[in-house]
């Protein structure tokens, strides 16, 4: 095998597959990433046997073949490369790489034994821009748990319903709703689509550096299939039923406060200073005098107040939350304003966006 491509190319489609190699596997192979050089390409491959990724990229081969490098490493020194040209070549058990005045020689492992690209064919699929799944991905993945004994609540529920396509998360003590239209020639299929898809493979695929590109999500019996660009990336599906979020959200509200988000925000991040575990963030709405009060008191620290002006309707309400999770809320809110809707101190607390994009951040009381 031999081939040239510049190092900017190939450290991008490094960057890219490196996600997908395993750092925990008895097969060494595992840990390493799969250049197959072909035509007038390179195909890369990773896998942890759970997660698989494969990535195309130009290239000028002079000699086609495959080999097997050690995926960090093999990183580690692309990045650390000139911004020039990069030669590989290899020859037994061995690859070397060069660019400019360096080079470098690496063991490689056998192709033979690097497993083969999941061959996966999507039942259902939709269709949007990339900047759009990138968005709401980013709004309800840091929702998502981290408790693997639920491994429902580590996913987010992707479902369409008619041209609405709703992302849901929740980690049962907060759940974070968006929405957006979608046109109807982004569906493979007429049926409604809905799959649980795991929260750290969407932000992994929302955060790539890809703009005007369409991200196709497919689902099969129980694979993840996600084509963007010249990338495919094929994850397991989580099975199970997702939790009925639908009873949580309220029809009413008893009392609604219109803040300025980033007014709120600084003011919960001071706040927050002297918030604890067992010391929760308070807020109090006066709608007489159109004044929201909030405040954190701390037994061990002091005592912290913060007081907004901004239009509030309805009763007089006190309620408490978990700080971190407020401010987990906010930053997911882009608009200029947000709602706040309580029904009372016992029931959760709604943070609500303003705009025309559906956006739903819901968290649970703590007792005051």
Same mark, same amino acid.
């Given at each position: 095998?031999?081939?040239?491509?510049?190092?900017?190319?190939?450290?991008?489609?490094?960057?890219?597959?490196?996600?997908?190699?395993?750092?925990?596997?008895?097969?060494?192979?595992?840990?390493?990433?799969?250049?197959?050089?072909?035509?007038?390409?390179?195909?890369?491959?990773?896998?942890?046997?759970?997660?698989?990724?494969?990535?195309?990229?130009?290239?000028?081969?002079?000699?086609?073949?495959?080999?097997? &490098?050690?995926?960090?490493? /093999?990183?580690?020194? +692309?990045?650390? =490369? @000139?911004?020039?040209?990069?030669? *590989? %070549?290899?020859?037994?058990?061995?690859?070397?790489?060069?660019?400019?005045?360096?080079?470098?020689?690496?063991?490689?492992?056998?192709?033979?034994?690097?497993?083969?690209?999941?061959?996966?064919?999507?039942?259902?699929?939709?269709?949007?821009?990339?900047?759009?799944?990138?968005?709401?991905?980013?709004?309800?993945?840091?929702?998502?748990?981290?408790?693997?004994?639920?491994?429902?609540?580590?996913?987010?529920?992707?479902?369409?319903?008619?041209?609405?396509?709703?992302?849901?998360?929740?980690?049962?003590?907060?759940?974070?709703?968006?929405?957006?239209?979608?046109?109807?020639?982004?569906?493979?299929?007429?049926?409604?689509?809905?799959? &649980?898809?795991?929260?750290? /493979?969407?932000?992994? +695929?929302?955060? =790539? @550096?890809?703009?005007?590109?369409? *991200? %196709?999500?497919?689902?099969?019996?129980?694979?993840?299939?996600?084509?963007?660009?010249?990338?495919?990336?094929?994850?397991?599906?989580?099975?199970?039923?997702?939790?009925?979020?639908?009873?949580?959200?309220?029809?009413?509200?008893?009392?609604?406060?219109?803040?300025?988000?980033?007014?709120?925000?600084?003011?919960?991040?001071?706040?927050?200073?002297?918030?604890?575990?067992?010391?929760?963030?308070?807020?109090?709405?006066?709608?007489?005098?159109?004044?929201?009060?909030?405040?954190?008191?701390?037994?061990?620290?002091?005592?912290?107040?913060?007081?907004?002006?901004?239009?509030?309707?309805?009763?007089?309400?006190?309620?408490?939350?978990?700080?971190?999770?407020?401010?987990?809320?906010?930053?997911?809110?882009?608009?200029?304003?947000?709602?706040?809707? *309580?029904?009372?101190?016992?029931?959760?607390?709604?943070?609500?966006?303003?705009?025309?994009?559906?956006?739903?951040?819901?968290?649970?009381?703590?007792?005051?």
């Amino acid at each position: 095998m031999k081939f040239s491509i510049n190092k900017t190319e190939l450290q991008n489609a490094l960057t890219v597959v490196q996600k997908g190699i395993s750092t925990r596997s008895t097969l060494p192979v595992l840990s390493g990433i799969l250049i197959d050089a072909v035509a007038d390409k390179l195909v890369f491959q990773s896998t942890d046997l759970e997660l698989s990724i494969q990535m195309e990229v130009p290239a000028l081969i002079e000699e086609p073949g495959k080999l097997v &490098v050690p995926g960090k490493l /093999f990183s580690d020194i +692309v990045k650390s =490369l @000139p911004d020039a040209a990069v030669n *590989v %070549s290899s020859e037994g058990v061995e690859a070397r790489l060069t660019c400019d005045t360096t080079a470098f020689s690496v063991k490689t492992l056998n192709p033979e034994d690097f497993p083969g690209f999941p061959a996966v064919q999507a039942s259902k699929t939709i269709k949007l821009p990339f900047a759009v799944f990138s968005k709401m991905v980013k709004r309800v993945s840091r929702v998502v748990s981290r408790d693997e004994s639920r491994a429902i609540l580590t996913g987010v529920l992707v479902e369409t319903e008619g041209a609405t396509l709703r992302m849901v998360a929740t980690d049962s003590y907060r759940l974070a709703l968006t929405e957006t239209g979608i046109d109807s020639d982004a569906y493979d299929d007429p049926e409604d689509f809905s799959a &649980v898809i795991s929260g750290t /493979f969407l932000n992994d +695929v929302a955060g =790539l @550096p890809l703009n005007e590109q369409v *991200v %196709s999500v497919g689902v099969a019996e129980n694979q993840i299939i996600v084509r963007c660009d010249n990338m495919v990336f094929i994850n397991r599906r989580i099975e199970g039923q997702y939790p009925n979020y639908r009873q949580l959200l309220p029809d009413s509200h008893a009392t609604r406060a219109t803040f300025p988000v980033e007014a709120l925000t600084a003011a919960v991040r001071r706040a927050a200073l002297m918030s604890s575990s067992t010391a929760p963030i308070k807020f109090a709405l006066t709608p007489a005098v159109n004044l929201a009060q909030i405040t954190v008191t701390s037994a061990d620290v002091g005592s912290v107040q913060e007081s907004i002006d901004c239009p509030i309707e309805g009763e007089d309400v006190e309620i408490a939350f978990n700080s971190a999770y407020v401010s987990d809320g906010l930053a997911t809110m882009k608009e200029e304003n947000v709602y706040f809707d *309580v029904q009372s101190s016992l029931k959760p607390g709604i943070f609500l966006s303003t705009g025309e994009e559906k956006h739903l951040y819901l968290i649970m009381p703590v007792r005051i």
